[in-house]
């Protein structure tokens, strides 16, 4: 079948899927790093660029750290503000542009602009975050009235005047501020925790099974949003509440359930989400930096994150380092799938998830959607993929995915640099050299895997 083709059935497949998604969503303010920027803050703490930041930032000293180490790493990165700071931003910084964040709210945005029927449930709905929904007459919320859910139009969901903002600070290779150049074309985020985010929906987490008997899958996202402040006795009875939510809905059908991973750097947190959340998934999608995160705190044999590649890494030594990671973790967290997504390919480690074509063909058809957010900034409708698809699959990610094969044995499972066999799946990613965003890429591979796999899948069984 010819890429076009394929493209066409996956969009048909897509049509109508109805999919939950939970629970954070807000507007991203984006800001481009460079002079103007430099003049707004504070210079950074200690030496630009070698210096780490606080767990917590308080100030625009803090924020100046953060940005320099991140564009010295070359990583993408997270860390919560203070409420202060929060406010401090709002009122003295103009974003270059604003648009939807948040995982479940990217990706919200992502499959009802595809044709999809996404409900999605987030605990702060203004005005102003509807408005950044490109396609509310495709989305659901789920109110409740007497124990009964009803899906009601995102737009008659309104439940807040306040909108939560997560300042963007997008930086291309080669930028420079305060003296430190980025390595990578990649992006910052100062997050706001506002008090509201508890992992609690109210009078819906005691009917959520009401909504499991009317979606075929779940993209859950959100849970690294906790602070101190949110929970009263500790972050595991928090999410304790969470999982037994997670569990509820699930009872209101057989469908599976993706948990995408994001990076906090609050420890006790991100024990708490590995030993409480992950368990409960049939898929966890991460990055390479999440990946290694995530790998040291669970100490998995195998391969330990010290291992894994770092930006000068080979393609054939990154892939590998990589596979073997996933694998332990998905042996250690005893789930379906882990994904990743790396700059030149995705990769995926299955065990008794869903049929390995069906994940193959998510993992090229998410090349096509990463492809056409870099290169265009938003996906507003199916027909936008056809830039995505215009875009050559990535070389280096072809070499890595052969050398992994090889590694396998398993060569002849390879057509067209994209490997499938039963318990691995790699296609490489479509790279575009000088993005016209970098924002949520990867919530946009996630969700169109997750959705075109699932979705594949039901067609199958129908």
């Not at 080669?174 to 609690?200: C, K, M, Q, Y």
């Not at 967290?333 to 069906?358: F, I, K």
Request: with cysteine; hydrophobic share 45%; aromatic share 4%.
């Amino acid at each position: 079948m010819s890429p076009q083709r394929e493209l066409a059935a996956d969009l048909a497949a897509l049509r109508d899927l109805p999919v939950f998604l939970a629970y954070n969503a807000n507007v991203d303010a984006v800001v481009d790093v460079g002079p103007e920027l430099e003049a707004d803050l504070d210079p950074p703490i200690g030496e630009p660029g070698a210096s780490e930041p606080p767990d917590r930032l308080a100030s625009k000293a803090d924020l100046a750290t953060a940005i320099a180490h991140t564009m010295a790493t070359g990583e993408g990165d997270e860390v919560a503000m203070t409420a202060s700071l929060a406010t401090e931003l709002e009122a003295t910084l103009d974003p270059d542009a604003t648009q939807m964040g948040g995982q479940a709210g990217i990706m919200t945005n992502l499959l009802s602009s595809l044709g999809a029927a996404p409900i999605v449930y987030t605990y702060l709905l203004s005005e102003t975050q509807q408005s950044m929904f490109e396609r509310p007459d495709r989305i659901r919320y789920p109110a409740v009235a007497d124990g009964t859910v009803s899906f009601v139009p995102v737009g008659d969901a309104t439940n807040t005047d306040r909108t939560k903002i997560n300042w963007i600070f997008e930086f291309a290779a080669g930028a420079s501020f305060f003296g430190v150049r980025a390595d990578a074309n990649t992006r910052f985020i100062a997050a706001s925790r506002p008090p509201e985010f508890d992992l609690h929906a109210g009078d819906l987490d005691a009917v959520v099974d009401q909504v499991g008997t009317a979606v075929d899958g779940a993209l859950l996202a959100g849970y690294h949003n906790l602070t101190p402040e949110h929970v009263e006795r500790g972050y595991e009875e928090t999410l304790r509440h969470a999982r037994e939510t997670l569990r509820r809905l699930r009872s209101g059908g057989d469908f599976p359930v993706h948990v995408e991973y994001a990076v906090t750097h609050d420890d006790d947190l991100r024990a708490a989400i590995t030993d409480v959340i992950l368990p409960e998934a049939d898929v966890i999608g991460l990055d390479p930096h999440e990946l290694a995160m995530l790998q040291r705190d669970v100490d998995a044999a195998v391969v330990s994150a010290d291992e894994l590649p770092s930006g000068d890494a080979s393609p054939a030594a990154a892939i590998r380092a990589h596979y073997r990671a996933l694998r332990s973790l998905l042996d250690h967290l005893d789930v379906g799938c882990v994904r990743l997504h790396a700059m030149d390919y995705h990769l995926a480690v299955t065990d008794d998830y869903l049929p390995p074509e069906a994940v193959r063909r998510g993992l090229e058809f998410a090349a096509v959607n990463a492809a056409t957010k870099a290169a265009t900034g938003r996906i507003t409708e199916p027909s936008d993929l056809e830039t995505g698809l215009a875009v050559e699959p990535s070389a280096r990610g072809t070499e890595a995915i052969a050398a992994l094969a090889a590694t396998m044995d398993a060569e002849t499972n390879v057509t067209d640099g994209v490997l499938t066999t039963p318990r691995v799946a790699a296609a490489p990613n479509r790279v575009v050299e000088d993005p016209a965003s970098t924002v949520g890429i990867g919530d946009i591979v996630s969700a169109s895997s997750f959705a075109l796999e699932v979705a594949i899948t039901r067609t199958d069984e129908a």
